[in-house]
């Protein structure tokens, strides 16, 4: 533990509102604008692939458009989630080599927008990550590769890349934490979708028990137990006679809701250059019933984080019957208060954050 | 993911033997051609037979073998793309049963089976407009 607190930046990414551009109810101009109103900045997180139409090539004059958009709303832009899309190709994956100069144009997209993190993803070894760095040299960009579920701080991958990234010594090399790594719970609004689309109460107990009981086993350290896990989930959808849910459970069994401890974090803590406040609902007494929110801030209060929070809301992927904005708005409120327990304070001042997250980003991971 | 969406109401036309109909993404991300691994189209039970579908956005038509290889037309979340093959099928006040099913790739994640490839069906119910 350092002697500072942290104090996190609050932020929001768009992917959290994901069903309500899917549905045309809002496009990017008119979303973060509704995004700076309702005050779920001042970071502001983006997908390319989601938002940008053509990404990663941009023309000039709409990103100028987009600066001008973003500083007059007063919203700081975080990170830009970029993809590793190693299986671009039908007929093989991409080298690493291939993946290098795949990566490249996004992260220069990044730059251009303004966006001082890009978010990379796992399939990117710590070979390729040390060739990425002349790039984020160049531009200046901090690359924040993501552990996600059904990945975690203590898996073999991940440690190999913390274990490079010590030995490569830039503060331009660094991770997101997304907190769908430490979840406690199966989520209560996933269940009553199921319910929703037919699943019996029998079924829905049985699901909920191996999910238990895979936090209780502990997360997986390779890629040959996660498997084993995913296959259970799927086993368990045809034992019940509902074949058509075996997938989703396992893809939300493994991938969404990962069992490790939040203590976990410790691992790679001088590395996280950016988080993914992971979450699925906000329940009837204000809190988030299957992520541990108020732990995870604590948390990153004692190590001294002062980066930026991305509340990430991934239930709208079932959630039809509850509006995103309300969601975000009961989350962050949680994150506020989480803050002030523990003795800190969430940012919520433009200037201040820019200000944090420029520190933030330059100092070295040993400071 | 939201495979409810995939169908756009109102959408199916037709000339009497050949149908089309819009349909969106159901993930929240662009994916290329590529991606876009198997489509089902179906109207009141009957199967299109695959040489005949066409797969057209960005203002491009593809057959399916042709979208396997395809990296620079991506289909983006808020874009329809057009499904067409040849299927009979008559316009009026009729209302038929529209079926699609789609098989796509998800590029970056890549499990011990492969790269993640999702499956998402929807059907709807609506007239057709004569094209």
Same mark, same amino acid.
């Given at each position: 533990?350092?002697?500072?607190?942290?104090?996190?930046?609050?932020?929001?990414?768009?992917?959290?509102?994901?069903?309500?551009?899917?549905?045309?109810?809002?496009?990017?101009?008119?979303?973060?604008?509704?995004?700076?109103?309702?005050?779920?900045?001042?970071?502001?997180?983006?997908?390319?692939?989601?938002?940008?139409?053509?990404?990663?090539?941009?023309?000039?004059?709409?990103?100028?458009?987009?600066?001008?958009?973003?500083?007059?709303?007063?919203?700081?832009?975080?990170?830009?989630?970029?993809?590793?899309?190693?299986?671009?190709?039908?007929?093989?994956?991409?080298?690493?080599?291939?993946?290098?100069?795949?990566?490249?144009?996004?992260?220069?997209?990044?730059?251009?927008?303004?966006?001082?993190?890009?978010?990379?993803?796992?399939?990117?070894?710590?070979?390729?990550?040390?060739?990425?760095?002349?790039?984020?040299?160049?531009?200046?960009?901090?690359?924040?590769?993501?552990?996600?579920?059904?990945?975690?701080?203590?898996?073999?991958?991940?440690?190999?890349?913390?274990?490079?990234?010590?030995?490569?010594?830039?503060?331009?090399?660094?991770?997101?934490?997304?907190?769908?790594?430490?979840?406690?719970?199966?989520?209560?609004?996933?269940?009553?979708?199921?319910?929703?689309?037919?699943?019996?109460?029998?079924?829905?107990?049985?699901?909920?028990?191996?999910?238990?009981?895979?936090?209780?086993?502990?997360?997986?350290?390779?890629?040959?137990?996660?498997?084993?896990?995913?296959?259970?989930?799927?086993?368990?959808?045809?034992?019940?006679?509902?074949?058509?849910?075996?997938?989703?459970?396992?893809?939300?069994?493994?991938?969404?809701?990962?069992?490790?401890?939040?203590?976990?974090?410790?691992?790679?803590?001088?590395?996280?250059?950016?988080?993914?406040?992971?979450?699925?609902?906000?329940?009837?007494?204000?809190?988030?019933?299957?992520?541990?929110?108020?732990?995870?801030?604590?948390?990153?209060?004692?190590?001294?984080?002062?980066?930026?929070?991305?509340?990430?809301?991934?239930?709208?992927?079932?959630?039809?019957?509850?509006?995103?904005?309300?969601?975000?708005?009961?989350?962050?409120?949680?994150?506020?208060?989480?803050?002030?327990?523990?003795?800190?304070?969430?940012?919520?001042?433009?200037?201040?954050?820019?200000?944090?997250?420029?520190?933030?980003?330059?100092?070295?991971?040993?400071? | 993911?939201?495979?409810?969406?995939?169908?756009?109401?109102?959408?199916?036309?037709?000339?009497?033997?050949?149908?089309?109909?819009?349909?969106?993404?159901?993930?929240?991300?662009?994916?290329?051609?590529?991606?876009?691994? +198997?489509?089902?189209?179906? #109207?009141?039970?009957?199967?299109?037979?695959?040489?005949? $579908? &066409?797969?057209?956005?960005?203002?491009?038509?593809?057959?399916?073998?042709?979208?396997?290889?395809?990296?620079?037309?991506?289909?983006?979340?808020?874009?329809?793309?057009?499904?067409?093959?040849?299927?009979?099928?008559?316009?009026?006040?009729?209302?038929?049963?529209?079926?699609? +099913?789609?098989?796509?790739? #998800?590029?970056?994640?890549?499990?011990?089976?492969?790269? $993640? &490839?999702?499956?998402?069906?929807?059907?709807?119910?609506?007239?057709?407009?004569?094209?």
């Amino acid at each position: 533990m350092t002697e500072t607190l942290g104090a996190p930046i609050q932020g929001v990414t768009l992917y959290s509102f994901t069903r309500a551009v899917h549905g045309r109810e809002y496009d990017l101009e008119s979303l973060i604008r509704k995004v700076a109103a309702d005050g779920f900045g001042p970071g502001l997180e983006i997908i390319g692939f989601s938002s940008f139409r053509g990404f990663p090539k941009l023309d000039d004059a709409f990103v100028g458009w987009f600066r001008d958009l973003v500083a007059e709303v007063d919203l700081v832009p975080t990170s830009l989630a970029i993809n590793a899309d190693v299986g671009i190709r039908r007929d093989r994956l991409l080298t690493q080599e291939e993946l290098v100069e795949y990566m490249t144009p996004q992260i220069e997209a990044a730059a251009k927008l303004g966006f001082s993190i890009a978010r990379v993803q796992i399939s990117l070894t710590p070979d390729a990550m040390e060739a990425l760095l002349p790039i984020a040299e160049r531009t200046g960009v901090t690359l924040a590769l993501e552990v996600h579920a059904d990945q975690h701080a203590r898996h073999e991958r991940v440690l190999a890349l913390r274990d490079r990234y010590e030995k490569i010594g830039s503060p331009l090399l660094g991770f997101t934490a997304d907190w769908g790594a430490t979840v406690k719970g199966f989520a209560p609004s996933l269940i009553e979708a199921y319910r929703r689309r037919g699943a019996s109460e029998e079924l829905l107990q049985a699901v909920t028990e191996l999910w238990n009981q895979t936090y209780q086993d502990g997360p997986p350290d390779n890629q040959g137990e996660h498997g084993k896990r995913f296959g259970a989930f799927i086993g368990l959808a045809h034992q019940h006679g509902r074949p058509d849910l075996g997938i989703d459970f396992g893809i939300n069994g493994t991938g969404l809701f990962g069992p490790a401890p939040v203590d976990g974090w410790l691992e790679i803590a001088p590395w996280i250059r950016h988080v993914h406040g992971k979450f699925f609902g906000i329940d009837e007494n204000g809190e988030e019933p299957s992520v541990p929110v108020r732990e995870l801030i604590q948390l990153l209060v004692d190590i001294g984080y002062t980066g930026a929070i991305s509340s990430e809301y991934e239930g709208w992927h079932w959630n039809y019957w509850q509006s995103p904005f309300d969601i975000i708005r009961g989350e962050q409120a949680v994150q506020r208060s989480a803050a002030a327990d523990a003795g800190s304070r969430m940012v919520t001042d433009p200037a201040e954050a820019r200000a944090a997250l420029a520190r933030h980003l330059a100092q070295p991971v040993r400071g | 993911m939201i495979p409810d969406r995939i169908i756009e109401q109102g959408t199916l036309t037709t000339d009497g033997s050949k149908a089309t109909v819009e349909v969106r993404l159901p993930w929240y991300r662009a994916l290329p051609g590529s991606s876009i691994s +198997e489509v089902g189209f179906a #109207i009141d039970g009957v199967p299109a037979q695959a040489e005949s $579908l &066409r797969w057209t956005m960005n203002g491009r038509t593809f057959r399916l073998d042709e979208l396997a290889t395809e990296l620079d037309e991506w289909w983006f979340p808020t874009d329809s793309a057009v499904v067409s093959a040849d299927l009979p099928v008559e316009p009026g006040e009729g209302e038929h049963q529209v079926d699609v +099913e789609l098989k796509l790739y #998800i590029p970056y994640i890549v499990t011990d089976q492969g790269v $993640l &490839r999702i499956e998402e069906h929807d059907t709807k119910t609506m007239k057709a407009a004569k094209k």
